[in-house]
């Protein structure tokens, strides 16, 4: 299949005047002025009349295969669907487990991502869950990221936090070298994507391991940075010695200057909003509220719909360029995680794409050269979902 889309202004992510887009398959194959399809194919032309085009949206925290528990059986979330994330813009989700590795397993975490990726969309997982020593699919991590194809890190591996197993330094050592390794003979990022609660010791844990170890900094991203005052001035200092920071999206009972926008907008007046920061959504995992004695007071279920929303969000009222913001989503999450022909519009990348309306919102997507939402209505659904298939076909 070949599409034409033509007049967009693109952010690839940087900005680029009004131009056309060819997509063959799954991939982009042509971007300029004046494209046109050949003579002897058949294909689609779609004039986007000077809409904005940008990358797919990828999203490094979903819990794909659902999350929480925390209150008991019934406060487990269900598992994600398919358009649930194409309406959101995002067409990359990295799934993780989180507290739960008793009744959620990795197996189920791998096969969910497998079903994604059949649906349409483009898929990975880290390995790992809250509890170090940590639950593995083969019998160690160096062999998970060399010989799993979608595994590409370790995660979410909770420190600082009251649900956390309080890993010794040794054993944060030793997982990360397993990281490193097995990153290194596989190919593929091999970083340790840190969980952090609103523990005592915030990043100190991670400080004192690359103090007395010849890991380097980059293979840790320390997530939910933005859940506290003092965890956030932490995951600066981090950002300025060359590490990363991801921040969460979402959040919209913490205070106002912890919220995502609030704090993109701090880091671009500052300068330090780098090429190492990040946004994800924790997307479809409990948002469990307690008290000071750590007792659970309230229970809330996160949503992927919150990631472009607060990147639009920190474009519109807070005057960051959109090629700035929009990086936190793209480009930087694809090079952070080393997601091959990902996070940018460039000729053999593949073709995962969004168009966004007047007010930024998002109005069509496309998932490797597939539309799957037009003028923001759902083309494609999951196999499960209530407009995919009438039941008489199944039970017919």
């Known amino acids: 299949m070949w599409v034409l889309l033509k007049n967009a202004k693109l952010y690839c992510p940087e900005y680029t005047e009004n131009s056309d887009i060819v997509v063959v398959g799954t991939t982009i194959a042509a971007i300029g002025k004046n494209l046109s399809l050949p003579d002897f194919v058949e294909g689609e032309i779609i004039d986007l009349q000077g809409k904005t085009l940008v990358p797919g949206f990828i999203d490094a925290h979903v819990h794909i295969c659902g999350g929480g528990g925390e209150a008991g059986p019934a406060s487990r979330t269900p598992e994600l669907q398919l358009s649930q ?6 067409t990359t989700v990295v799934g993780c487990l989180g507290t739960d590795s008793v009744s959620r397993s990795l197996a189920e975490l791998l096969v969910k991502a497998n079903a994604l990726q059949e649906e349409g969309i483009s898929t990975y997982i880290y390995s790992g869950a809250y509890r170090v020593p940590m639950k593995t699919l ?4 160096e062999q998970d990221l060399v010989l799993i194809e979608k595994v590409i890190g370790a995660g979410e591996i909770a420190i600082s936090d009251h649900r956390s197993a309080h890993p010794q330094i040794s054993q944060l050592e030793q997982l990360a070298s397993e990281a490193r390794v097995g990153g290194m ?3 593929k990022a091999g970083i340790v994507h840190v969980h952090l609660g609103e523990g005592k010791r915030g990043l100190q844990p991670i400080w004192t391991l690359l103090e007395q170890s010849d890991i380097p900094i980059t293979q840790f991203v320390p997530t939910h940075m933005n859940r506290s005052r003092t965890l956030l001035e932490q995951g600066i200092k981090f950002l300025l010695a060359g590490g990363h920071m991801d921040l969460t999206a979402g959040c919209d009972d913490f205070p ?11 880091l671009n007046q500052s ?14 995992g409990s948002m469990p509220q307690y008290n000071e004695a750590g007792v659970l007071t309230g229970m809330g279920v996160g949503s992927v719909e919150v990631l472009w929303r607060d990147i639009r969000k920190t474009v519109i009222q807070g005057n960051v360029p959109l090629e700035v913001a929009l990086r936190t989503i793209t480009s930087n999450v694809a090079n952070v995680l080393r997601l091959r022909n990902k996070g940018m519009l460039r000729v053999g990348y593949d073709a995962d794409l969004v168009v966004l309306d007047e007010d930024l919102q998002v109005q069509d997507v496309w998932a490797k050269g597939k539309c799957m939402v037009r003028s923001k ?4 659904w999951g196999t499960y979902e209530g407009n995919s298939l009438a039941k008489s076909e199944w039970f017919s």
């Open 85 to 90: 994330i194409t309406r959101s813009g995002i």
């Open 256 to 266: 106002e200057d912890l919220q995502v926008p609030s704090v993109l907008i701090r």
């Open 185 to 187: 003979l596989g190919g």
């Open 377 to 380: 209505e759902t083309l494609v």
């Open 271 to 284: 300068q330090l909003l780098n090429d190492r920061i990040t946004v994800s959504s924790d997307g479809n």
């Open 138 to 141: 083969l019998p160690t991590l």
